[in-house]
């Protein structure tokens, strides 16, 4: 089985490529950086709104997991190309390919100004968009991309709207929207083989968690880990977090503050 990966040089990338390595699996990297492949991987350099280099990229290709684009906040025409266009031109290479699968990497922030429900209540896993910044809307088109690209050709789709993915959590905030690389390692996984066409929580199952696990764990996601394992050294030096504050009640946290929000 041969898996694309895109954007295989980031953070993300790093995580999942030791934890995604298979028997039988060849882990195709993709990026505008050279990657220095491993065991049972091979490297692929692509622009991800280059048509040609995409299907290059393409060819041979049984699934996909997309981590490519701009993952933080640009100027909106650097966000349309790589984050917008960018899926676009992965979608139909990998239509023409035939690529039965594919896991898309949203984002949280594709519904940053969700706020907390009430009552202890958990975020929907199709909670509708509510971006933070261009990049949020990025992730919006991403989702839309996807539901199109099933719709109309049938293509088994997942988009992981990813939280805090690190290997502990750093901050308080964290303790409720941390993803253990591992956990996401597992939730790629059953993604990579779920019919359809889905949206989940890119979450780890936290005691402090608030968005729900739901559609995650109708497609096989088994959590294992929990923030709050690291949450006494963390809440020791920051203190207990107050859920009022726009960095605890809202989903997309400080990226939903105008200052710190982008260039508005």
């Not at 040089?9 to 990657?35: C, F, I, N, Y």
């Not at 933080?72 to 676009?88: K, L």
């Not at 303790?175 to 990579?192: F, G, H, K, Q, Y």
């Amino acid at each position: 089985m041969r898996i694309l990966m895109t954007g295989a040089a980031g953070k993300v990338g790093a995580l999942l490529r030791p934890r995604l390595a298979r028997d039988g699996r060849t882990l195709r990297l993709s990026d505008l950086l050279p990657v220095r492949p491993g065991p049972g991987e091979e490297f692929v350099a692509a622009d991800l709104a280059d048509e040609a280099a995409m299907a290059a990229a393409m060819k041979g290709v049984d699934a996909v997991i997309h981590l490519g684009g701009q993952s933080r906040e640009h100027p909106w025409p650097d966000i349309v190309r790589a984050n917008i266009d960018g899926t676009q031109v992965l979608l139909e290479a990998a239509r023409r390919e035939g690529v039965g699968h594919l896991v898309l990497m949203g984002s949280h922030h594709a519904a940053g100004f969700h706020t907390r429900p009430a009552s202890g209540a958990e975020l929907p896993d199709y909670a509708f968009p509510r971006p933070d910044t261009f990049y949020g809307v990025s992730k919006v088109a991403m989702e839309a991309l996807g539901s199109l690209y099933h719709d109309r050709f049938g293509m088994n789709v997942t988009v992981i709207r990813l939280g805090t993915c690190n290997e502990g959590s750093a901050d308080t905030r964290g303790l409720a929207t941390w993803i253990s690389p591992d956990d996401l390692a597992r939730l790629v996984e059953a993604a990579l083989t779920a019919p359809g066409w889905h949206v989940v929580w890119g979450v780890s199952d936290n005691a402090r968690r608030w968005w729900s696990l739901r559609e995650a764990r109708a497609i096989g996601y088994d959590s294992r880990d929990d923030s709050e394992t690291g949450a006494a050294a963390v809440l020791a030096a920051q203190g207990e977090p107050d859920l009022s504050e726009p960095l605890h009640d809202r989903v997309g946290g400080a990226f939903t503050l105008k200052e710190l929000g982008g260039s508005w």
